[in-house]
């Protein structure tokens, strides 16, 4: 099965920059749809960004919209997102997550979708 691996988390002030990285092993093609969630304390988990493995369409919800950037690498099997001007409500467990059948049972803003998740990695925004 596809295993996923996120790293680049880390601390940064408010107004700055993150670039998180999805390392993917595995069977994947291009109707996969891979995406970022994130789970701040006592809160669920929330979509943040899609983007189709093969055609590299993207879906970017308003909370983030205009200042995190999801994209793929088909070559290094690698899923990344950008993150600029950063919030302290920003800050949570970032996590990649893989839909081998998007849409089939779940829109694909719905982590119930998802056939595979990484370990998540840490994102603290101070002010």
């Known amino acids: 099965q596809v295993h996923l691996v996120e790293s680049g988390g880390g601390l940064v002030e408010a107004g700055g920059s993150l670039r998180l990285s999805c390392a993917v092993t595995?069977?994947?093609?291009?109707?996969?749809?891979m995406s970022w969630f994130r789970q701040a304390p006592g809160k669920e988990r929330e979509f943040v960004a899609c983007i189709g493995w093969g055609l590299g369409r993207s879906d970017i919800p308003d909370t983030v919209k205009g200042r995190f950037t999801i994209s793929r690498d088909q070559v290094k099997n690698m899923v990344f997102l950008q993150m600029n001007a950063l919030k302290p409500e920003d800050t949570g467990v970032y996590y990649c997550?893989?839909?081998?059948?998007?849409?089939?049972?779940?829109?694909?803003?719905?982590?119930?979708?998802?056939?595979?998740w990484g370990q998540g990695t840490q994102v603290t925004v101070s002010s």
């Open positions: 997550a893989a839909d081998a059948r998007p849409g089939l049972r779940h829109g694909h803003q719905d982590p119930r979708g998802y056939d595979a």
């Open positions: 595995g069977r994947i093609v291009n109707s996969y749809a």
